[in-house]
């Protein structure tokens, strides 16, 4: 078995329920909300929603208990977790910087959009929208994009907030904060489903997005519903950067990890179908596509709360929902930086809080600044902007990759290997890690993630032409064999410097 954490000073989550909760709340994020339910749809409502689930158990399953059972194992983050664990002369430490970085770019944006949602709880509870055409409603939408000013001001103030809420220390702050963030979203995601199934003419929306439609699935194409299904579980969980793992480090061994993993994935699908509940009804009902991404949110569905009784209120519910889901990410997410400079640099948790707070908020203005003052700046083409080049490297390499060393690492015999891998996921009550899964673990699911990763570039880049395509698929190769450097490079086979 890997050796015991001897930081006994180690703070740790105060509940089972909190460590659920704060796990679940970093994996929940805005892409539950505006790109499951209308891709559901897309491809076959509940045929999808059957596979999705399958998708989920093969992929995410696993590789979420590689992150618990790393963080564990080693009782430390990512920052120095491969390196507690793995025997000597490997390069699996060197990932620490891979996924430091990729916290960081997370951030780099997300908080910026974690403080559009915060501020549209104040535009809806203003009344700015309130009977506003959709001319209207679009124009507010883009000139706070066009503002510099206030949107650095939406964004610093997610930014000192939730680096405040860290400062308070893992159970004063982030256990106990997020928990009623969880709990409060949970809530009026209820209220919200219910008042949308109760709306005039939801018909269409729920048989859209709930009833099997072979039509659909065979006009969308089954290898793209299989894909669709296969993406959406892979990066729904926030696997691949430590922002799982450094959780898993906060917990004791009374239980088995692998009924943990299955709890914060239900969670997390719960809210992503309740999400569809709530939106696709009200949206057919009042006859406006459903389309995915930011405009849903800040365009479309402004116009369905103002067709709606009491759409203010509503209105202010949903938003507030919104930024319950963004912030507690954000708050998982600063919590795993946090933790990873103290392991990595040997700082104390308030010289680390100070750092990344100016760190991450002079990083984050270029995103900001993107949509206004740098608009000109269109790194992947024309149409994009900084944020889009930070989503993709975060989204496109950082995640699938993450998860592929992490697979690699817990069933090599130059990592960590498979049986101290188990040993440790298994330790507690529960039931057992199922053994069987060794050589899918092994052989297939990194196959799996690397058709997927390169799938994604394709997608991405195909349409800009094929010197682009080619451009950007040679970026894709490097960066597989960076982590094939990573993960086959000298280190001793076995674990014979480890005692069992």
Known sequence: ??????????????????????????????????????????????????????CLLLLGYPILTCEFAIGRGSGKSVGSALKELAPKGGNWHKFSWYAYAGN??????Y??????????????????????????????????????GLMVAITLAVIVCCIGICSLGLQNGVERVTKIMMFALIVLMIVMAVNSLMLSGNEEGLKFYLVPSIERANARGWGNVLFDAMTQAFFTLSVG????????????????????????????TFVALMAGVIILPACFAYG??????????????????????????????????????????????FENIISISIDMFGWKRKKSLIINLIGISVLSLPAVLGFNVLSGITPMGAGTNIMDLEDFLVSGNILPLGSLLFVLFCT?????????????????????????????????????????????????????????????????ALFVLFIGYLAFGHGREGRTDKKE
């Open 241 to 268: 950067m430590g922002s799982m793992e450094i959780f898993g480090s906060y917990i004791g061994k009374e239980r088995k990890l692998s009924g943990e993993a299955k709890s914060v994935m239900y969670l997390d």
């Open 412 to 476: 090599r015999k130059n990592g960590w290997g498979f049986e101290n891998f188990v040993a440790e996921a298994d330790t507690g009550i529960g039931k057992p890690f199922p053994q069987y899964l060794r050589k899918y673990m092994s052989y297939v699911l990194p196959l799996i993630i690397v058709v997927i990763y390169f799938k994604g570039y394709y997608d991405t880049f195909a349409p800009k032409g094929p010197k682009l395509l080619c451009i950007w698929m040679g970026v894709a």
């Open 1 to 54: 078995m890997s050796k015991e954490n001897n930081n006994g000073d180690r703070e740790k989550f105060a509940s089972r329920l909190g460590f659920i909760l704060v796990s679940a709340g970093c994996a929940i994020g805005l892409g539950n909300v505006w790109k499951f339910p209308y891709i559901c749809g897309q491809n076959g409502g509940a045929i999808f929603i059957v596979i999705y689930l399958l």
């Open 288 to 333: 406006i596509s459903p389309d995915k991404g930011p405009s849903l949110l800040f365009m479309t569905l402004p116009n369905v709360f103002n067709h709606m009784p009491g759409g203010r209120v509503w209105g202010i519910l949903f938003f507030i929902f919104m930024s319950f889901a963004a912030l507690s990410t954000v708050i998982a997410v």
């Open 104 to 109: 960081y770019l997370l951030m780099m944006f």
């Open 111 to 148: 908080t910026m959009v974690a403080g559009w949602m915060v501020y549209y709880v104040y535009v809806m509870g203003s009344g700015q929208l309130h009977g506003g055409s959709v001319e209207a409603i679009e124009d507010k939408f883009t000139g706070m994009l066009a503002s510099p």
